[in-house]
């Protein structure tokens, strides 16, 4: 124990020192402009029961993407039948999962049934009743697959949602099979962020019917083909209104093909819009559609509601449209957001909603800073009471404790929860605990007669294996709890996850090597335990 090698002295001063640096604007409470850029200025995240924020159920209505598989279906036949030159009386959806094909008198149902099974190798083919066409329907298995993956794919494209809207350290995970768990800590205003995440912000171009007749389509004869879609308009007096539009059914681009999506002003104007961008193959579909289509209109079509019909002048390259509408920049910025992150593969439903109010985390966050005071406190007057000497000791490693915790939560960015300051107040047990262990082995050996230097030796080696085997099983135990635990319980987790190596690092090697510091060439008769 005399010789003490000077790396152990140098790598306690090391941390201690590290952790100040990373701890001090946790422990200022934040830092303002003048901070000097070299210091870290990052502080503690707080978690959504501490700082307030917007807690969502979501259940994603998995048969609508079912349902649209099924309704791309039909376009993806007529193609085919289209490519094939095979004759037929129509295609259309039945049911969420299955596509029906009436034949004609002079097609052949065999050559017909090759074909399609061929080009849809993956998908069921019956014969409907009295030969009267083919039925295509998705099988039960590809209808699971479809399901998951819609899942996956709606918690993808929220949390690209989400990080675009500006929110820190959201939790976005599946739940169950058909449910996602979303928590915005420290949101500002929930109404907008509920706006942006559920929207399915499914981008389409249609053209619309010049030649169908509006009036009768409203009294309820649209004609084959066509459907009707109602958009906001501005009448004279600044009121608004719901105009019709007889667009064609068939969509001729969607926004799978978007690039980009940037909010820009109408030099006109000076009004918000949304300019969207097309890839490569957008772009080229676009041009061609447009110069199909000269002096004709195409509606732009934003989850079933029409936002203009403008007529195209002349044939557009370059891949470009704007989306324009009576928004306010909010508006417009939050439709760039879901134009960029893309269409939820199908609609999400709240289930259940929880807003926290930041007085609550407030309330919450003082009293459990309180509860580390008080029972801080307590434990430090109790450790120099009992152990002396030995007991400041243990209480420097403490504190040193603390102090590497809130330094490794701010630089890992780990969010403290109130679970988490649980787990701080008994990290600050099980450092005393381990200490105390210590103290006690060490106090057996002196009673049995050993020297000062002897009984601490000894006290150190029996006591680490227990020491060891209590804080490695809780560790394993906080790992089992990140794992499979959600929110606040992967918060407490973390915490004490980081506070049991730091309690094994301050109760067993600090606490050592200043003993070795203070005992070096100095003579003790007597421990101060």
Do not use: C
């Not at 969607?254 to 949304?274: C, H, I, K, M």
């Amino acid at each position: 124990m005399r010789q003490l090698p000077l790396w152990k002295p140098l790598l306690i001063l090391g941390i201690a020192l590290t952790s100040l640096f990373y701890a001090l604007p946790s422990l200022l409470g934040g830092v303002d402009e003048e901070w000097p850029s070299w210091l870290p200025n990052q502080v503690i995240l707080r978690g959504l029961d501490l700082q307030g924020g917007l807690y969502l159920l979501l259940h994603v209505e998995t048969d609508k993407a079912v349902e649209q598989t099924a309704e791309n279906l039909v376009d993806e036949v007529l193609g085919v039948l289209r490519e094939k030159r095979l004759r037929h009386l129509g295609v259309k959806r039945a049911g969420i999962s299955a596509v029906e094909m009436r034949l004609s008198k002079g097609s052949d149902p065999e050559e017909v049934r090759k074909v399609l099974r061929d080009e849809f190798p993956d998908l069921l083919l019956e014969d409907m009743a009295e030969g009267a066409g083919i039925r295509l329907a998705i099988t039960p298995d590809k209808q699971k697959e479809i399901k998951g993956f819609a899942v996956e794919q709606s918690i993808q494209t929220i949390r690209s949602r989400i990080d675009q809207f500006g929110v820190s350290e959201p939790t976005i995970q599946k739940q169950g099979q058909e449910r996602i768990l979303i928590q915005l800590p420290g949101l500002q205003d929930p109404a907008r962020a509920k706006a942006l995440i559920g929207r399915t912000a499914r981008l389409e171009f249609k053209m619309v019917d010049e030649k169908g007749d509006l009036a009768t389509a409203l009294d309820g004869r649209v004609p084959p083909g066509d459907v009707v879609l109602y958009g906001d308009q501005q009448a004279r007096d600044g009121s608004t209104y719901q105009q019709p539009y007889l667009l064609k059914k068939r969509t001729v681009l969607t926004g799978a093909y978007l690039s980009d999506a940037r909010v820009n002003f109408s030099a006109q104007y000076n009004e918000p819009q949304v300019l969207v961008s097309f890839n490569r193959q957008g772009a080229r579909k676009f041009a061609q559609i447009t110069a199909n289509h000269v002096n004709e209109r195409m509606a732009i079509v934003l989850d079933g509601r029409v936002y203009s019909a403008p007529v195209i002048q002349e044939r557009i390259d370059g891949g470009r449209a704007s989306i324009t509408g009576r928004f306010t920049t909010d508006d417009a910025h939050d439709l760039a957001i879901v134009l960029r992150a893309g269409a939820l593969p199908a609609p999400v439903k709240i289930l259940e909603e929880r807003t926290v109010g930041p007085t609550l985390g407030r309330d919450s966050v003082e009293q459990g800073l309180a509860s580390i005071l008080i029972g801080g406190a307590l434990v430090l007057v109790f450790m120099a009471l009992y152990y002396r000497g030995f007991g400041l000791l243990a209480n420097i490693a403490v504190l040193l404790n603390i102090l590497i915790l809130m330094a490794a939560l701010t630089f890992l960015q780990a969010t403290l929860t109130l679970p988490g300051i649980a787990g701080a107040v008994l990290l600050l047990g099980m450092a005393v605990d381990a200490n105390v262990l210590i103290f006690e082995r060490i106090r057996e050996e002196l009673h049995l007669g050993k020297t000062p230097l002897a009984a601490i030796d000894h006290g150190y080696s029996k006591a680490f294996s227990t020491i060891m085997d209590a804080n490695i099983t809780t560790l394993i135990t906080a790992v089992v709890l990140y794992q499979f635990g959600t929110g606040p319980v992967r918060g407490f987790a973390v915490t004490l996850s980081i506070g049991l190596v730091a309690s094994m690092f301050t109760a067993i090697f600090v606490t050592r090597v200043v003993l070795a510091l203070a005992m070096r060439n100095r003579p003790f008769a007597k421990l101060s335990i």
